[in-house]
C-alpha cells in the first residue's frame, strides 16, 4: 500500500522561506516520477514541480527560480524548498505519484504566506 505524508508547511511572511517534506513508502521510491501539486482556496489543483527518476526536473512558470524539487532515495522522501514566497503562494501542497495507473495523494500541508 502506498503512503505518502507530508510536513512542513506553516505560516511564513512575504519573503520567506518553507522546506516540505513527503515520506515515501509501499513503492519502489528510486524509480518513480514524483510531483509537487498545490490547491489555492476557489482554485483547481495544480503541478507545481516534478522530479523524474532520471533526476529531470519540471517547474510551473511562477515558481521557477524561487522552488526547488528534489529526494533523497535513502530515505524515500521528497522535497521542495520554497524561497521568496507570496501570498499567491497561498495552498495547501501535496505530494502525488502514479502508481498502478492510479494517481497516489498524500494529505497534503498547509502554507499561509502573509502579506
Known amino acids: 500500500q502506498v503512503q505518502l505524508v507530508e510536513s512542513g508547511g506553516g505560516l511564513v511572511q512575504t519573503g520567506g522561506s518553507l522546506k516540505l517534506t513527503c515520506v515515501a513508502s509501499g513503492l519502489n521510491f528510486e524509480y518513480r516520477t514524483m510531483d509537487w501539486y498545490r490547491q489555492a482556496p476557489g482554485k483547481m489543483r495544480e503541478k507545481v514541480a516534478t522530479?523524474?527518476?532520471?533526476?529531470?526536473?519540471h517547474y510551473l512558470d511562477v515558481v521557477k527560480g524561487r522552488f526547488t524539487i528534489s529526494k533523497d532515495n535513502a530515505k524515500t522522501t521528497l522535497y521542495l524548498q520554497m524561497n521568496n514566497l507570496k501570498p499567491e503562494d497561498t495552498a495547501i501542497y501535496y505530494c502525488?505519484?502514479?502508481?498502478?495507473?492510479?494517481?497516489?495523494w498524500g494529505q497534503g500541508t498547509h502554507v499561509t504566506v502573509s502579506s
Open positions: 522530479l523524474m527518476a532520471d533526476g529531470e526536473t
Open positions: 502525488a505519484t502514479l502508481w498502478s495507473n492510479v494517481v497516489q
